[in-house]
């Protein structure tokens, strides 16, 4: 029997704990013949990046040994800064990037005794987006240069696996240059193409890329090359070989990013002279879906080749991810209902499928689908949801500015123990993803769960600019940064508020990265929210555009829509320049090492706010970056803007949680 007690004070089995110690984070799942290999972040090792291995016995360990000077492996790359792909595995051999050192080693998972191989040189040179060729002894793989200063010079480059560039730079060869960005290297089965993306500024690779193949070389470096697809106001993404040494990637030129598939490269032994002019392109499975989503890390992988007829695939329809199987031949799409749905990662080898899944009742999890069931690999916690009690999304959509529509899922309070007062309503949390081209997905989160089993009703918003829905949809927030995704913030609030859903009294937006200028965009627009917390937002635009880095470096200039930093619009669309427009006591969390939105934004923003009497409360985490990694920061995080709401709102406080101090408000 349920216990009545006011929404947001509803003491909950979830804790910061439970999100920090009982369960690590997932990601980077591929399959080597009968392994299955992914990397697990640890909160509570510091946020230290683990390679784990689950042979084809079923046993599952950490894998690699410590390096040559007894430091435990922390599989990161910092290749344009977000990072992403930072191992890569063939037939046992292991080549991976090290957080402690910046180099990448090689290992034997068949020889053992011979420990981590040490294959670049120390210095500044990052390397990820990794694809072995063990028949010329190579590691392809995208190279960050930083050694000259100023902006970065990106290149792909063919690293020997037997060592010998690790103290002198100069076996490595150079495959491609003179581009801005190069990534996703890959290697035909026959190993006699390599396929890869470039782009230049001022595109993202998701707005404008170009998708390239080429004969390899003995050395590893491209002879005769062609243009695949790509360019021309549209874009490329993950290119995959099929067994037939056919080349499938995705490209939204359609306006979606569906799947093509070009024929006619010459297997070994056959002939090759004119090779180039005789491929043929053709879309598999049209379709008003994405496949794929926007490549801001290295080695994004929606789909892989099933077997010699076949891909598995993923993709998202009104932000909802669905899996099933394509067929080479004529595009036929066949989906697998499973009870699961992927979550970016589906990974295939042999005719086994193994992915990165999550539904409303489990943790996300590492999932192999066998004769459509599914069997769990690696879950990402020891956390039972339902004997807690699961808050399960709801679609939701509202009309906007412009007439416009927006979307997102609703999720409603939800306890195993109490519920809230016949007379209440809940209060809610707007939450605004990053990006801004991520989305927000269904599915079972702790940090969602972390506010609903507490009374709280939790709105996960896509507004204008997420992906998931179609290359439209995103392109519309471009020029209205800072304008369009707040309207669909504060139309999504009021539309629960109208429809009798959530107290309008206590209202919260909360967002991270490009999420936290949102909500400051949204607190300066509107009077409907009464809390805002701001994680690492950006603040003030022109600061921003100065110090990012390479990878974004042109990007706010076409979310803002001017390339002129000095255009009025940069201090218009500022937060720091519009305190006083700013409409509700303000939240402020940021990590000191940040370097993407750096903690001057925040330690100014927090200042100015305060001398204006507004209320408001700052937190910077040491260590820190942009994201927290640190299991009792992450801690520190969910507690403080807990305790902030509390005051904010005059509710009942957690006695066990240190308030977090709040300047200017009324007590």
């Known amino acids: 029997m349920s216990t009545t007690a006011p929404y947001g004070t509803w003491p909950s089995p979830i804790t910061p704990g439970t999100i920090t110690t009982r369960t690590v984070g997932l990601a980077q799942v591929r399959v080597d013949g009968a392994d299955t290999y992914w990397i697990e972040q640890r909160a509570s090792q510091a946020g230290r990046q683990v390679l784990l291995r689950r042979d084809g016995s079923g046993q599952t360990g950490e894998i690699l040994p410590l390096t040559p000077f007894d430091e435990l492996v922390d599989v990161r790359t910092r290749v344009h800064e977000y990072g992403g792909r930072a191992y890569a595995v063939d037939s046992g051999i292991i080549v991976v990037s090290h957080a402690g050192d910046g180099r990448l080693y090689r290992y ?52 020997p696996l037997d060592g010998s560039a690790a103290r002198d730079d100069s076996p490595v060869r150079t495959v491609v240059e003179g581009t801005d960005f190069v990534t996703s ?63 499938v990637h995705l490209a939204n030129g359609s306006g979606f990013w569906n799947l093509y598939r070009t024929e006619g490269f010459p297997r070994r032994g056959t002939h090759r002279e004119g090779w180039t002019t005789a491929l043929r392109t053709r879309p598999l499975h049209p379709k008003q879906a994405t496949f794929t989503a926007p490549a801001w890390q290295l080695g994004p992988h929606h789909y892989d080749i099933l077997d010699s007829e076949h891909l598995i695939a993923s993709w998202a329809q009104e932000g909802v991810w669905h ?65 807690v009690g699961v808050s399960v999304a709801e679609p939701v959509s509202w009309p906007t500015t412009d007439d416009a529509t927006a979307y997102g899922f609703f999720y409603p309070p939800a306890s195993a123990s109490y519920e809230g007062p016949a007379d209440e309503l809940p209060p809610l949390i707007v939450s605004v993803h990053g990006g801004p081209t991520a989305a927000a997905a269904p599915g079972y989160s702790l940090p969602v769960q972390y506010w609903t089993s507490r009374g709280f009703a939790y709105l996960d918003v896509n507004y204008r600019g ?33 429809t009798g859903r959530v107290d309008p009294a206590r209202i919260a937006v909360h967002g991270a990265s490009s999420g936290g200028f949102t909500v400051l965009s949204a607190i300066r627009r ?12 950006v603040t003030d ?64 923003l927090h200042r100015a706010v305060a001398d204006k009497g507004l ?13 927290f990694r640190i299991a009792s920061n992450i801690h520190r995080a969910l507690t403080a803007e807990l305790s902030f709401y509390t005051q904010v709102w005059g509710m009942a406080q957690d006695d066990d949680a240190e308030p977090v101090a709040v300047e200017n408000l009324a007590r």
């Open 323 to 387: 899996l099933g199987t394509i067929k080479l031949a004529n595009g036929e799409l066949e989906e697998w209902n499973v009870g699961w749905q992927p979550f970016g990662n589906v990974a295939s080898s042999g005719g086994r499928v193994v992915m990165l899944a999550s539904n409303e009742s489990r943790l996300r999890s590492i999932v192999e689908v066998r004769h459509r069931g599914v069997v769990v690999l690696r879950d990402s916690g020891d956390f039972d949801p339902v004997s």
């Open 526 to 537: 509107s009077t409907v929210f009464s809390a805002a917390t701001s994680v690492f937002g």
């Open 185 to 247: 290297p890959t290697l035909s089965p026959d190993g006699e193409h390599l396929a890869w993306i470039t782009w230049n500024h001022p595109s993202m690779p998701w707005d404008e890329a170009t998708l390239h193949a080429g004969d390899l070389a003995p050395d590893g470096t491209a002879r005769d090359q062609v243009v695949i697809d790509g360019g021309n106001g549209y874009s490329v993404s993950e290119p995959r070989w099929t067994e037939q040494c056919e080349l």
């Open 541 to 604: 635009l022109v600061r921003m555009a100065h110090t990012t880095h390479k990878f974004e470096s042109h990007y706010i200039q076409s979310l803002v829509g001017a390339e002129d930093l000095s255009d009025p619009v940069y201090a218009e669309r500022s937060p720091i320049h519009h305190v006083d427009e700013i409409h509700a006591p303000l939240l402020l969390l940021q990590g000191s090492e940040d370097p993407i939105v750096p903690a001057e934004q925040a330690t100014v």
């Open 108 to 159: 034997d998972v068949n020889h053992r005794l011979r420990g981590l191989v040490p294959l670049t040189i120390y210095g500044d040179v990052r390397h990820g987006d990794l694809e072995i060729d063990t028949a010329r002894g190579l590691v392809y793989a995208v190279r960050e240069d930083h050694r000259q200063g100023g902006e970065p010079v990106s290149s792909l480059v063919a690293i």
């Open 615 to 627: 209320p408001v409360a700052l937190e910077v985490f040491h260590g820190e970056g942009h994201g």
């Open 466 to 498: 997420s992906s998931g829905y179609s290359s439209g949809y995103r392109k519309a927030l471009n020029g209205h940064w800072g304008v369009r995704d707040a309207d669909d913030v504060i139309s999504g609030a009021q539309h629960l508020i109208d």
